[in-house]
């Protein structure tokens, strides 16, 4: 079945140290592949997206993103997290359906 | 350029009401879909428009439909609300469907409570 698995479901990092989220997918082709952040009450922001080419994309707040085809992951890093970085993060997929299908989400607590 | 605006952004409704909650998408944009956000169930597509016709559906029961109009808003309508169906609903608006998959950005949401 074609599915997105974020195995952490709670991360808690300390301010300035580095964060990785884990994304996996299970599709039969190479998905578009997404990270959302959500804020408390707040909708999705796009962090960063995959379509093709270079493997490592570059997002917005500093974020970057890992496509391992081999691993079927697309795993998102922060070099140095800082403490307006707590929320929960998404790793979402699409195909040529114009539907997302998304993970359960990665919540991300930041430790002074 | 404005982003995706949803009303209103907080609801209340008892079981057995119907609710009809409001997207409009960033202007040029013309494909809106619709998202239930759960601690339960987490992110799920609800449906996608695209030039007034609905172009894919996720798995939801009649209950829940809705619409597109001209100017590319939306309106997403759930009748008959059960407990469950308390949520945080999103919109998310893409400039249009092509051969290629076009991002999409999403609303602040309407957050539904049903009692």
Known sequence: AQSVTQPDIHITVSEGASLELRCNYSYG????????????G???QLLLKYFSGDTLV?????FEA????SQSSFNLRKPSVHWSDAAEYFCAVGLNDYKLSFGAGTTVTVRA | KAGVTQTPRYLIKTRGQQVTLSCSPISGHRSVSWYQQ????GLQFLFEYFSETQRNKGNFPG????RQ??????????????LGDSALYLCASSLARGSSYNEQFFGPGTRLTVL
């Open chain 1, 29 to 40: 082709a190479t998905p578009y592949l997404f990270w959302y952040v959500q804020s408390p």
């Open chain 1, 42 to 44: 707040q909708g999705l």
């Open chain 1, 58 to 62: 570059q997002g917005i707040k500093g």
């Open chain 1, 66 to 69: 890992e496509f391992k085809r």
């Open chain 2, 38 to 41: 759960t601690p339960g169930q």
């Open chain 2, 63 to 66: 209950r829940f439909s809705g």
């Open chain 2, 69 to 82: 109009f001209s100017n590319s808003r939306s309106e997403m309508n759930v009748s008959t609300l059960e």
